[in-house]
């Protein structure tokens, strides 16, 4: 039977409130109530064929509560006049509560709605379009709202999130609501309180203000002959990356890897230090200006990921060259690929020429499908030989 029944008519209301589009107009002020539903009655041959079942349709129908069935009169040259349904109106939004059970959770919004509307009318529209969101913060509501007001009043305070002083806020709180804070703050605040180049909940902090926890970088000095720090050779050394920037070591050349293994265990090479990569995290590496007075190796893993991470390297340090990121190096160790478990698809600017035919063939599968070859995979002693080549030049 195609003609439509209360689960039909629910559904429709049902997907009106899981669009928000319910909750959104107690902000806006606007209504869709008297709200008329799609509907479909039974034409005049399936009357004719199963009048019973019509009866019985029209019965239910009638029986519904909260909605309003409007009938018209229809003429059967076999039946007679009869009352048939034409249409089904649902009158007030008090009417679509009761017959989606959603009382309780409309009360709870309305509550939400009336306090941002005394503390925090800036956030209105932000209700009105993610209504759904504010339920689910319900419990969190007032901490959020005493968030933003302290935040407000603290523009770019230069103090960590540890130290924000809120009755019932602890830091970690703040953090694990970074999202949504994000998008209240950015309504609330004065431009000249918020660093739009900070993207992300990563750089929450930078965005508003905050002092963050430094970055580390770690490294090696590759040559015995110039120990970074007085004595100390081949030591593994952690700086934040105001020290690091500010280092000047005597080296002219400088290696990156990827795989702390390989970090450890690198070879030692004259006038070298060595980094431990961070994916695809290399804006403190360029800040440190004397990198530019280096040559930079980057090795990575041969497959789509690593090249991108290459290419992103050099959107930081142009002048980085690959090591060890070769199809001869690829071929070489065939016993030792591997898989790759999602691709990057998107063209990599930065590749040379060598680097981007042999990347478009991983990305493009036209050596084996999903193929990678991990840097620790190849052996010791052909890195040596990488090195030694480098070392002569």
Known sequence: MSWTN????????????????????????????????????????????????????????????????????????????????????????????????????????????????????????????????????????????????????????????????????????????????????????????????ACGVSRFARRYGFRDKPQRIRLRGLDPARALFGGLVDADITLDAGSFIRLQPAVSRVFITENEINFLAFPAVADSLLVFGAGYGFDVLAQADWLANCQVYYWGDIDTHGFAILDQLRSHIPHARSLLMDRATLLAFEGQWGVEEAQTQRDLLRLDADERSLYDDLRDNRIRPTLRLEQERIAFGWVEDALSVIVRR
């Open 6 to 197: 209360h689960r039909a008519l629910r559904g429709q209301l049902q997907r009106a409130w899981d669009r928000g589009k319910l909750l959104a107009e107690t902000v806006t002020g606007e209504s869709s109530f008297p709200r008329r539903l799609t509907f479909k009655s039974p034409t005049s041959a399936q009357m004719a064929d199963d009048f019973d079942a019509v009866r019985v349709w029209i019965a239910d129908l009638r029986a519904l509560p909260h909605y309003r069935i409007e009938m018209h009169e229809r003429r059967h040259r076999v039946l007679g006049v009869n009352q048939i349904p034409s249409a089904v109106w649902v009158d007030t939004l008090d009417d679509a509560l009761a017959i989606l059970g959603k009382r309780r959770e409309y009360e709870c919004f309305s509550a939400l709605l009336a306090r941002v509307r005394e503390r925090r009318p800036e956030l209105l529209d932000w209700m009105a379009g993610k209504p759904h969101k504010a339920l689910a913060l319900a419990d969190e509501w007032d901490r959020l709202l005493d968030v933003i007001d302290w935040v407000a009043a603290h523009p770019r305070p230069g103090v960590y999130l540890r130290q924000v002083d809120i009755p019932g806020v602890h830091s970690k709180f703040i953090e694990a609501h970074r999202g949504v804070l994000i998008q209240w703050l950015d309504r609330v605040l004065p431009p000249e309180a918020i660093d739009s180049s």
